[in-house]
């Protein structure tokens, strides 16, 4: 089975609690906080597998969640660091924000991409001590580490996309100029996944991607053609198989000009790259008028011609040399740029909403959530730090420009408290 496009989920893990905690031991006195931080929480990060050539390993797994950092514990020990998720994938897999279709990372390079930092480990009590607040009995709460909803898709690395109608003769090509094995028959949709092949010549090499399905409507989705044009959207060269014999077309240009309109669909920029084009199948006979023919065409659109036979080898290496040489001339295979989001501005980090129901003024935002969970509601000093917060961080006067008065209810993602100046 071919897969080249899911849709997953991923979550960092979140950082651990800091820890309230005090030393008692013997023969000391006013041993003071000694709570410890929380652990980090794991990354996801995406690796490369070498050995991979699809995304099939996502059939039956959608979902990666990193392990959540440890508590902090007494004695000011930290919490363990949770593990980190490595993802791997297929050389060529474009990241993708599910929703917006962003370009979020092109995993072409070797290098890992840490795509989701896990969330830092809450402070312990220990950081709270001061000359006046000598027993702090609160801490922080770990940071939740952030998630996504992203799409992987799969586009093929290759310097020449080798197009062409069913039965043009591709598949023979690609086993004559390479190690590639495609299934090779007399029937339409003998290929139904891309192939790679590496072809060496002159002490170099390049490699070639045989793209199957190509039909009249495959830009717009007919046939498999549409599933696997993506896989030629990096080529810098195409190498288009047309059957000169016609002994299943009638007209070889026809062909040519119906597989061109069809990449034009696909990709206006995929249809204006530099095309050579290959007469298969000259040892069954053909028409020379309709070979001029093609070959005037192809003149005014600058695109060589070459007569071969993929089955007896005649004219191939003058083509595969023609291949290469003009790659020489082209730019390296495309890498996609990040669409990277602009960093949010700090007071966005911090932006609060106030609301009012039934008499009942409602606070939110993002900020807030962790900083309710930092909060011992049975400790006066606690209390006092959780005021101050909120009046550092312009809540309390957000709630008195939407009018409240003394008395009147707050309630902050379920906490509810009677308002008092």
């Known amino acids: 089975m071919f897969i080249d496009k899911v849709d997953i989920y991923v979550k960092a893990g979140n950082g651990g609690n800091g820890c309230v905690s005090f030393r008692r031991e013997k023969y000391v006195s006013h041993g003071g906080p000694d709570g410890g931080d929380g652990g980090k929480g794991g990354d996801i990060v995406f690796v490369i597998d070498p050995g991979a050539s699809t995304l099939l390993a996502f059939k039956n797994r959608r979902r990666f969640i990193a392990a959540n950092g440890a508590d902090g514990m007494k004695r000011k020990f930290y919490g ?122 002159h002490g170099g090499s390049f490699v070639v991607a045989d793209i199957p399905g190509l039909i009249d409507g495959a830009g717009e989705g007919r046939g498999l053609g549409h599933d696997f044009l993506r896989h030629i959207e990096r080529c810098r060269l195409i190498l288009h198989l047309v059957d000169i014999s016609a002994s299943e077309r009638p007209s070889p240009i026809g062909d040519v000009l119906s597989i061109n309109s069809e990449l034009a669909v696909f990709s206006a920029e995929l249809s204006e790259r530099p095309q050579i084009i290959a007469a298969n199948k000259s040892d069954i006979g053909f028409d020379e008028d309709k070979l001029a023919e093609l070959r005037e065409w192809a003149e005014e659109k600058g695109y060589p011609v070459f ?115």
């Open 307 to 421: 007569l071969i036979s993929a089955a007896t080898g005649e004219g191939v290496p003058e083509l595969i040399n023609a291949v290469y040489n003009e790659l020489q001339k082209l730019p390296p295979v495309r890498v996609y740029e990040s669409e990277e989001l602009p960093e949010p501005e700090d007071g966005a980090l911090r932006e609060t909403e106030v609301t009012k129901e039934g008499g009942v003024y409602y606070v939110t935002g993002e900020w807030l959530v962790r900083v309710c969970g930092n909060v011992n509601f049975d400790d006066s000093e606690s209390l006092s730090y959780f005021q101050r917060v909120l009046r550092n961080g312009g809540v309390i006067q957000k709630l008195e420009d939407a009018g409240i008065q003394e008395g009147d209810t707050v309630d902050i993602y379920g906490i509810q408290f009677d308002f008092m100046y």
């Open 80 to 201: 363990a660091s949770g593990a980190d998720t490595l993802i791997a994938v297929p050389r060529g897999t474009v990241i993708r924000d599910r929703d917006t279709g962003r370009i979020i990372k092109d995993m072409s390079s070797d290098e890992p991409f840490v795509f989701l930092k896990g969330g830092k480990g809450g402070w312990g009590n220990v950081h709270f001590a001061t000359p006046t607040r000598q027993a702090p009995r609160f801490a922080k709460s770990g940071i939740t580490g952030r998630e996504a909803n992203i799409t992987l898709e799969l586009k093929t690395i290759a310097d020449v996309g080798l197009v062409g109608y069913p039965n043009a003769g591709k598949s023979t090509l690609l086993s004559v100029i390479s190690a590639a094995r495609p299934k090779i028959a007399d029937y339409p949709f003998t290929t139904l996944q891309p192939q790679l092949g590496v072809v060496s010549v």
